[in-house]
């Protein structure tokens, strides 16, 4: 059989490339110790800074509660409003505190007083987020301290799937799309393209070896390294976060592998129109970002215009993300997941043909 | 007389000695030819010149400026053609000229007095993108932007490789009409190229051999520039028959309007070799990747080893050996893997791959560099074992394009001997060659102009019908009458 001995030389080849040997230790170590890090979508270290303008007790013990706060970083009590201000306009504080004249004295008396919460809103999130935060603070101080329950304690809340809310978890899972579409797509599609420049490929045009055969061996070693890379980061995930998978790891397996051959079919429906690296490069940087992006890898998919949300029906990262969060955080089984195995290989499918009989060795 | 250029005690090491004790003078307004086998130092010479690289030992002063303190004073004031890559295939010819003055501060205008005898050839093509030139307009077009700043003295580092006769002459013909006013200084592999240098240093594994007139060092080195003729076979015609393994009938390969191959008939007998000639552009390339089976024709049809190219393209694969311009070996496996992949891919058992293995590389006397990295062989052997593999399953027919480009004579000839062998083993072989000499080890030739065939026969038919001495002249006389706007 000839497909095995192609095989064998891509092998031979992929251990004489230096550049591989890399991707395989440092890709998995980066994706899995760094990103999920950096790719956080909690908010901390607001800078705030407080105008007490009561100098109470009572005053003073919310500014404690507040320094004491691990979302926000305390910079120091300011003398008035402007000055504060003054701290907003050069970036050094994010949220303003001000505290009312006779705020104790008021709150004793059973009156309402007013305390303003500021915030520098021009990133909507970490401002809304801020003020949520202050909020909460501030009315559960006020609460305990005066001794009537407010709705804090009325209702309760239960985080289904993910206790602690960590963010990793949900992303964990997500960057092996990534990975996969970077190792089973865009790596053996500049492969291809690797021996247009050369000329190799024509000498292997020239012989009877099928493309069915060529592209075969070209893509079976990029899915087991892509299989390998990702196993790898199951296991870092484990060790550095103690996150494991809670459904079945043969479900995401099965997601992991129709992911592969979509993206491998799509490199080469590229690599097939594009005759220089440079070309091909560019091509798949623009779909591959694009994909990922509008895939709901970052973002609830649901928060997108309602046009950006019906195009992840046609987006297979979309259907992976949403099927592998599924598996790897809720525990899902295949039931819950059928839609997105449709999808994904529906997808695969398309590609391949696509791939196969746009691959002509005799033009 | 005045020095130009002035090399002494030049040594550069990288992982093999590149150059070693190299000393040479080179006088104002010659024309210095720089010659030797592939690796022999040439490049890295020039790359020191042009003070891109760094010699271990030695120094040289180019135009009166030392190659290191003055860096920059140098760079003014020369012209350096490295090979193949000096021009931006995306911009058009005007756009390239604009953009090399304009490196140098200077403007077409100012450098046009210079360039014109050249540009003028190549002007109204200049709103055409550089990727879309022939081989021989580009090196027009290269020299013109190595020419734009008037440098007083021009590096060409094998400024003609891969580029039909008629146009290597006509551009050395150009290089004559500057030597007064600048000195050159140029690498090339062909003989006739060497013979029209006023001196020439014979370089070989990093040292010089030899500095003279061109009769003196080819006379003194004759072993590697001028060896023996090779005996024609003639006991192999007995072996030939009437029996047609290509047979071609009014084959067009069109592309819009344009007909690379326009109508082309011709026949190619078993056991024969066939030389398949014509100038860049002529459409040698894309007849043969029809006849290979790796494009379709529009027009016409024909068979190859009995098959169609137009239906049963991959059963022709089965019967054929392919060798491309571009080197078709996988340059990060090594010598004996790559035999091994192209003689699994045609279906032989492990068995008889490695008995031949053995036997071919004993015959090519490589048994020590099975193990090598191909891309760490010099090219000459590397094209010596890509035709190797190319035979390597004992094909019907192999297809050769351009096998020996860049190689020196001696390289040249062992190949030639190479292919002598295979055919008479009973292998019919397709050749095309930019090299005249080579075209009469031909069984028979036919020379392509414009996408026709304007002459079919034997070396010594043509130079008779004719009237010429020598392939050279003939391949000449044909390829002038092209009217085809690229060439």
């Not at chain 1, 709150?107 to 949520?132: E, H, S």
Request: hydrophobic content about 45%; proline content about 4%; some cysteine.
């Amino acid at each position: 059989m000839r497909l095995h001995y192609l095989i064998y030389k891509e092998l031979l080849q992929m251990k004489r490339n230096p550049f591989l040997k890399v991707l395989v230790l440092i890709y998995p170590v980066f994706i899995m110790c760094v990103m999920p890090w950096v790719m956080n979508m909690e908010v901390k270290n607001i800078a705030v800074v407080v105008v007490d303008n009561d100098r109470s007790t009572l005053s003073q013990q919310l500014v404690h509660r507040i320094e004491a706060s691990h979302y926000f970083v305390f910079k120091g009590e300011k003398a008035s409003y402007s000055d504060a201000l003054n701290d907003i306009e050069q970036s050094e504080a994010d949220v303003i505190v001000e505290l009312p004249d006779h705020f104790e004295r008021d709150r004793m008396q059973g009156k309402q007083p007013q305390i303003l919460v500021a915030v520098n809103a021009v990133n909507g999130t970490k401002g809304a987020m801020g003020a949520a935060y202050m909020n909460r603070i501030v009315t559960e101080h006020l609460s305990a301290d005066a001794l009537f329950s407010t709705l804090t304690d009325r209702v309760s809340t239960l985080y289904l799937y993910n206790k602690h809310l960590d963010s990793k978890l949900f992303m964990v899972p997500a960057l092996m799309g990534i990975l996969l579409m970077m190792v089973c797509g865009a790596l053996p599609a500049l492969n291809i393209v690797a021996e247009k420049e050369t000329g190799t490929i024509e000498a292997i045009n020239v012989t009877p070896v099928g493309k069915f055969s060529f592209i075969m061996a070209k893509l079976i070693p990029y899915w087991f390294l892509g299989l390998i890379v990702m196993t790898i980061c199951f296991v870092l995930a484990w060790l550095v976060y103690g996150i494991t998978c809670v459904g079945s790891l043969g479900w995401v397996y099965l997601l992991a592998l129709l992911l592969a051959f979509c993206f491998s079919g799509f490199g080469l429906v590229i690599s097939n129109y594009n005759q220089t690296m440079q070309q091909a490069m560019f091509v798949l940087w623009f779909f591959l970002v694009v994909l990922m992006l509008m895939s709901g890898l970052f973002t609830p998919v649901r928060s997108m215009p309602w046009w950006a949300y019906l195009t992840t029906f046609v987006n297979p990262v979309s259907y992976f993300i949403e099927g592998i969060r599924t598996v790897f955080v809720r525990g899902g089984d295949f039931q819950s997941i059928l839609p997105q195995l449709l999808g994904l290989s529906v997808f695969a499918l398309f590609f391949d043909t696509w791939a196969i009989l746009s691959y002509r060795k005799n033009e | 007389m005045e020095k130009s250029i002035s090399v002494s005690h030049l040594s550069k090491r990288y992982e093999v000695q590149a150059l070693q004790d190299v000393s040479f003078d080179v006088n104002r307004g010659e024309i210095f030819g720089l010659i030797g086998p592939d690796g022999a130092g040439k490049t890295t010479l020039f790359r020191i010149l042009t003070t891109l690289l760094l010699a271990d030992e030695g120094s040289a002063t180019v135009d009166g400026f030392d190659v290191v303190t003055g860096m920059k004073a140098i760079r003014r004031r020369v012209g350096y053609m490295p090979g193949r890559f000096s021009l931006y295939q995306d911009l058009t010819v005007e756009e390239n000229l604009q953009f090399f003055a304009t490196l140098f501060s200077t403007t077409v205008a100012e450098g046009y007095a210079l360039i014109a005898p050249i540009y003028s050839q190549i002007e109204r093509f200049k709103t055409r993108k550089a990727g879309a030139l022939s081989g021989g307009m580009k090196q027009k077009l290269a020299l013109c932007c190595a020419l734009v700043h008037r440098p007083s003295v021009l590096f060409l580092d094998e400024p003609t490789t891969g580029v039909d006769p008629v146009s290597r002459k006509e551009f050395w013909d150009m290089l004559e009409t500057l030597r007064q006013s600048i000195t050159i200084l140029a690498a090339t592999p062909y003989m006739e190229e060497v013979k029209r240098c006023n001196r020439v240093a014979f370089l070989h594994e990093g040292r010089l051999k030899g500095v003279g007139s061109p009769d003196e060092i080819l006379e003194k080195f004759k072993d590697v520039f001028n060896p023996p003729a090779l005996q024609h076979h003639e006991e192999s015609t007995s072996e030939k028959t009437e029996e047609n393994v290509i047979q071609v009938q009014h084959l067009v390969k069109a592309f819009g309007d344009f007909h690379a191959v326009d109508d082309i008939s011709f026949s190619v007998h078993r056991g024969e070799i066939f030389g398949f000639l014509g100038a860049n552009g002529a459409g040698k390339t894309t007849a043969m990747h029809i006849l290979t089976g790796l494009s379709q024709p529009t027009g016409g049809h024909a068979t190859v080893a009995g098959f169609s190219v137009s239906t049963e393209y991959e059963q022709i694969k089965r019967h054929i050996g392919y060798m491309s311009q571009k080197f078709s070996l996988y340059e990060d496996l090594t010598v004996a893997e790559n035999i091994r992949l192209f003689g699994h891919i045609y279906g032989m058992a492990s068995a008889e791959i490695e008995s031949k293995l053995n036997r071919m590389l004993q015959r090519l006397q490589f048994t020590d560099h099975a193990n090598d990295i191909v891309s760490s062989l010099p090219l000459g052997w590397k094209q010596k074992l890509a035709f190797s593999v190319s035979i390597f399953y004992e094909p019907d027919i192999v297809f050769l394009d351009e096998p020996t480009g860049g190689v020196d004579p001696a390289t040249r000839r062992q190949f030639w001997e190479l292919i002598y062998e295979a055919a008479q083993r009973g292998i019919t072989i397709f050749v095309t060659t930019h090299y005249m000499d080579e075209a009469e080890y031909c069984d028979r030739i036919s020379i392509m102009v414009d996408g026709k065939i304007s002459a079919i026969g034997t070396p010594n038919e043509l130079k008779t019908r004719f009237n010429q001495p020598d392939m050279n002249s003939v391949f000449t006389l044909l390829a002038r009458q092209s009217t085809r706007q690229s060439d």
